[in-house]
């Protein structure tokens, strides 16, 4: 049976992306790694090399043991992306999130929770424009007054907070695209978000469709939910 490891920097991931995979992927066995100290200091000390070290060591060790490994923490997404330089299944959780919505005509608005998600996602995103030969059109929204909600556990509030964020700055740009909810804990939010005028997507199912792609191609059986 193909295997999956997810990465995770919360303890909630783990029922958000073991449900997913449960209806999406009922033929790979999923194995989940929660580090919550890793985002913690990636937050008091930025990714520093010491914890590149450490995160990109664990993430190619999972990588010679699994299928694919998944990297769901935004924050660690650039240690991811190198890591998999040499591993080659190593998904970054918000690079299929970014692809989507940078093909998109028109203005993207990026909403984030946490400061030290800003550089990481913009750079993405930056990149993949370049990647797909288009100049960057974005905006930025950050939902900080959301974060402590999450850190709570209040999921509602969380979400309610996120959306009272969002919607101004989605209403005030008359190019609008796309919204890209750019942390996976904000897949919450997208539901709240859905009678604005323009798509909403959230990384967390784009990012498990995208690590049973790279199965695919490593077992060479297409799959099947």
Known sequence: MP?????????IHVGTFGKLYAAMASDVAVTHAVRTDWLAEARRTGLTETLRAGVGA??????????????TCSTLGPIAEVANASAGNIIRIDTPLMLKAAAHTGTVLVAFCLES???????LLEATYARLGKPPRFQTGLCAEAWPFFERGDTEGFA?????S?????TALPDLACIALAQASMAVAEH???NLAVPVYASPRLAVEATLQVVAQSTGVPHRS
């Open 3 to 11: 295997r999956i490891l997810c990465l995770h920097t919360a303890d």
């Open 117 to 123: 998600t800003r550089t990481p996602t913009l750079e």
């Open 192 to 194: 709240l978000l859905q």
């Open 58 to 71: 664990f993430l190619r060790e999972s990588a010679s043991q699994h299928n694919a490994v998944l990297c």
């Open 160 to 164: 309610q907070s996120i959306a009272t």
């Open 166 to 170: 969002i919607r101004p700055a989605a």
